[in-house]
């Protein structure tokens, strides 16, 4: 039987009203993959806290004091710190390896030179007690940018990388953790050779370390209550709230099940409001900062932010001072990311 016009004797008032129906389909189906493809990039297990925040715990409080200190002798005193004020950035690295040998931590260094000045990247080894070749980072970078005291990019994440390591102190850690602080972060050096982040990853892979999670803390310290003092890139804004007042887990696609298990870990432990994104990499903003360098050695990365310039007025200027930031939600998001860090340690498991 020959089909080639099986269709000639449809009556031709009916061909229009079944084309209508084909383009409906095909629009169904488009809108369709377009909300599943949404879910598996903003889908995040648990609730985000709502409503007002409890008083600070006592250990909360001795967490927002020492947060406030850290800040204030990076951004406060030091100040501006790269490689263009070499003595100051020289300076930021003796206080944090002051502080962890204060804190009774052997701090290993990863020295190398950078445009003609001595650098280095910081770290403190926890050594896991039953999977010890596995391994989870959290890392801040401690530079500048040219121009700017960077009190909260990134004197918030290095404060919160020197407090995290206070308070897990004597944990049973199943895996290893490394707390690293990385120099040349900031431009020039992003994406770049000299990147201390890149350098460090890069070793990791040479020798084949098992790096199961790295977490960036970049821009974690401003927090407000203000309508519609939260902006997005495209297309973001259609999905989060437009208020200022949550930390952010952002990773790309091959880090999905990190961003989830970090933000699952996170609200079940902090009375603070949270959202987390698993989107490409190239989209914007998903890959500005160090977690990048992981991703190019092939490890699960993710960054945690207040999402920096779109919600902090004070982004890259002279104007990011001590006196911006807001210490008690940095001190509720630094005893989450503890717990967040012991549970991808395997803690309780």
Do not use: C
Request: aromatic share 10%; glycine share 10%; net charge negative.
């Amino acid at each position: 039987m020959n089909n080639d016009n099986v269709n000639d004797h449809e009556p031709i008032q009916d061909r229009p009203a079944r084309r209508r129906l084909a383009a409906a389909v095909r629009w169904l189906v488009l809108a369709a993959l377009l909300v599943a493809g949404g879910w598996y990039m903003i889908g995040m297990p648990g609730s985000s806290w709502r409503g007002p925040v409890p008083p600070l715990s006592v250990a909360e409080r001795q967490s927002a004091d020492n947060l406030r200190r850290h800040v204030e002798a990076l951004a406060g005193r030091i100040g501006e710190r790269n490689v263009w004020r070499p003595e100051a950035l020289a300076e930021a690295a003796g206080y944090i390896r002051g502080s962890l040998a204060g804190q009774g931590y052997e701090v290993e260094a990863q020295p190398f030179t950078s445009q003609g000045v001595a650098v280095e990247n910081l770290e403190v080894v926890l050594p896991g007690s039953r999977l010890p070749e596995e391994i989870v980072i959290a890392g801040a970078h401690y530079d500048s940018v040219v121009g700017s005291p960077a009190a909260n990019d990134n004197g918030s994440g290095v404060a919160a990388l020197l407090e995290s390591t206070r308070l897990l102190a004597g944990a049973d850690l199943p895996r290893t953790v490394r707390l690293v602080a990385f120099v040349n972060e900031e431009p020039p050096f992003f994406y770049g050779t000299e990147m201390g982040s890149r350098i460090y990853a890069e070793r990791a892979r040479q020798r084949g370390e098992q790096v199961r999670a790295m977490l960036s803390l970049e821009t974690i310290g401003y927090y407000t209550e203000a309508p519609a003092s939260q902006r997005y890139p495209f297309p973001f804004r259609y999905f989060y709230p437009d208020t200022g007042n949550f930390v952010g887990f952002v990773g790309n696609l091959g880090s999905r099940r990190l961003v989830r298990d970090a933000v699952a870990a996170f609200r079940e432990a902090a009375e603070f409001p949270s959202e987390g994104v698993a989107a490409p990499g190239w989209m914007t903003g998903v890959h500005w900062s160090d977690h990048w360098s992981f991703w190019q050695a092939g490890y699960p990365a993710i960054m945690v932010t207040d999402t920096a310039l779109f919600r902090y007025p004070h982004y890259h200027a002279r104007s990011d001072t001590p006196d911006k930031l807001d210490y008690a939600g940095l001190a509720r998001v630094t005893h989450g990311l503890a717990a967040v860090i012991r549970s991808l340690a395997g803690a309780g498991s």
